[in-house]
C-alpha cells in the first residue's frame, strides 16, 4: 500500500523506507496505491498523491546565509507544496510539461496528467506561471489552467470558482490533509546530526556539487 520507490541516473528504481534521505536528481516514484510526504530540509513539504512521478532537480538549504531554493520537474501526479522555515532568499520552481510554476509563500496545490490542461491554484503567498507563450502572476485563491507549453495562459479570473473547488477537492483526496507539524516524528540523533552538518555546508558549495555532479548534502527524506 506503501510502495515508493526512487531512482537516480541508470539505476534501477529502490523503495524508498520512512525517514530514508533523498537527493538531488533523485526520481521518486509512487504507485496507484501510494502517496507520500517529501520534507525537506528548511521544514517545507511535498505532498505526493497515487500514480505520481518527479525529480529533485535542485535542492539548496542554508540556514545560516538564510537561503532556501529549489527547482522540482512534476512529471505527472497530484502534488500541495507547504513552506517552511521563512529565509531572506527563498524559492521554489516546480517544472511541468506545460509550464513553470514559481512560488513564493506557503501552498500551492497542482495537478499534472499528460492528456489534461496543468491546474495550479495558489493557497497563500505569491506565484507566477510561465511558459513558451506568456506569464501570469496569482495572488491567494487564484487558480490557472494551462493548456501547453505554447498555449496562452489565461487570466486566472476566468477559472469559474465552483471548477477551481472541485478540481481542488480531487487533490486533497489524491495527497490527503495537510499533515500537522506535530505529527511529523523528530529525527534520531544520528540522523539529526547528519542534517545538522548538512545546514552548514555553504550554498555554493551545495550548488557547486549539484552542477557538478558530485553527491551534495541530503536535502530531504520521505516521511
Not at 523506507?17 to 517529501?38: A, G, K, P, W
Not at 542554508?62 to 529549489?70: A, R
Not at 517544472?95 to 496545490?109: C, E, F, K, L, V
Not at 472541485?166 to 489524491?174: E, G, K, P, T, Y
Amino acid at each position: 500500500m506503501r510502495d515508493v520507490r526512487g531512482q537516480i541516473g541508470a539505476e534501477s528504481a529502490k523503495r524508498i523506507t520512512i525517514d530514508q534521505r533523498l537527493f538531488y536528481d533523485q526520481r521518486v516514484i509512487t504507485t496507484e496505491n501510494s502517496r507520500s510526504v517529501v520534507e525537506f530540509r528548511d521544514g517545507s513539504l511535498l505532498q505526493v498523491g497515487p500514480d505520481a512521478v518527479l525529480v529533485l532537480n535542485k535542492l539548496v538549504f542554508n540556514p545560516f546565509e538564510s537561503k532556501s531554493e529549489k527547482v522540482i520537474t512534476a512529471v505527472k501526479g497530484s502534488f500541495r507544496f507547504i513552506s517552511g522555515i521563512k529565509t531572506k532568499t527563498s524559492s521554489i520552481e516546480i517544472r511541468t510539461p506545460n509550464a513553470t510554476i514559481g512560488i513564493r509563500g506557503s501552498q500551492g496545490d497542482f495537478l499534472v496528467h499528460p492528456s489534461a490542461p496543468l491546474f495550479f491554484a495558489l493557497g497563500d503567498g505569491i506565484a507566477t506561471v510561465r511558459n513558451g507563450r506568456n506569464s501570469v502572476n496569482l495572488r491567494p485563491g487564484q487558480a490557472v489552467a494551462v493548456n501547453g507549453p505554447n498555449a496562452q495562459i489565461p487570466p486566472p479570473r476566468q477559472i469559474p470558482p465552483a471548477v477551481t473547488a472541485q478540481v481542488l477537492r480531487h487533490i486533497a483526496r489524491r495527497v490527503g490533509p495537510p499533515p500537522p507539524r506535530r505529527a511529523i516524528a523528530p529525527l534520531p540523533p544520528a540522523e539529526a546530526r547528519i542534517e545538522a552538518a548538512a545546514n552548514q555546508v555553504p550554498s555554493g558549495d551545495q550548488e557547486g556539487a549539484q552542477s557538478g555532479g558530485q553527491p551534495p548534502p541530503p536535502a530531504a527524506r520521505r516521511r
